[in-house]
């Protein structure tokens, strides 16, 4: 059976995203030498990402550019190239290289994606597909940077998510940054 996990970001408030849809400060601190050695390290790995289409929008508007592939070319190597899946009942095509559009229903779609071959998942952003998936019990592992910054206001990973979810902390690691890498576990 396929791993599915998410990788996120979120500030001490607990948001993803500000009221606005913006994440830019999750990338405060990217300078500190250990940290990017962490998020090289990351992008390595073989699994394949999926989206909801508002992440999936940004992700697509940012990493082919000449300044992603300049300020972060391993990640921007890996986002462009790695296998990559968008849940949209909107769109019409996924243009973005190496990308495949479904449109079925999100949890009957990862159960058969989880059941069948391939590498591991990972979401990243996407918090309407986190709670819902979160609440079927089809997300495996956690993986949460916390960010030194309070926005005040945005949306929540799990909003929406109809009963508590209890994860068992596997790991933490702080960096020179002041951000925190949690790993939590199912």
Not at 25 to 30: E, L, N, P
Not at 31 to 44: K, L, R
């Amino acid at each position: 059976m396929r791993k599915l996990t998410v990788f996120n970001h979120i500030s001490l408030d607990g948001y993803f995203v500000s009221a606005n849809g913006d994440m830019s400060w999750a990338h405060r601190g990217s300078d500190d030498p250990e940290y990017q050695a962490f998020v090289s390290g990351n992008a390595s790995g073989d699994s394949e990402m999926l989206f909801g289409r508002v992440t999936y929008d940004m992700m697509a508007s940012f990493w082919p550019t000449p300044i992603a592939r300049q300020q972060m070319p391993v990640v921007a190597d890996k986002m462009n190239n790695g296998r990559k899946v968008v849940f949209s009942r909107k769109m019409d095509k996924a243009t973005w290289n190496n990308t495949k559009l479904v449109k079925g229903n999100l949890v009957e779609e990862v159960k058969k994606m989880k059941a069948g071959e391939g590498p591991d998942m990972v979401i990243m952003g996407s918090g309407s597909i986190i709670a819902q998936l979160a609440a079927a019990g089809l997300i495996d592992t956690y993986l949460i940077v916390v960010n030194p910054v309070a926005l005040g206001d945005g949306r929540t990973l799990f909003e929406g998510l109809p009963n508590m979810l209890s994860l068992k902390l596997k790991s933490s690691r702080t960096f020179n940054n002041g951000k925190t890498f949690l790993t939590y576990e199912a």
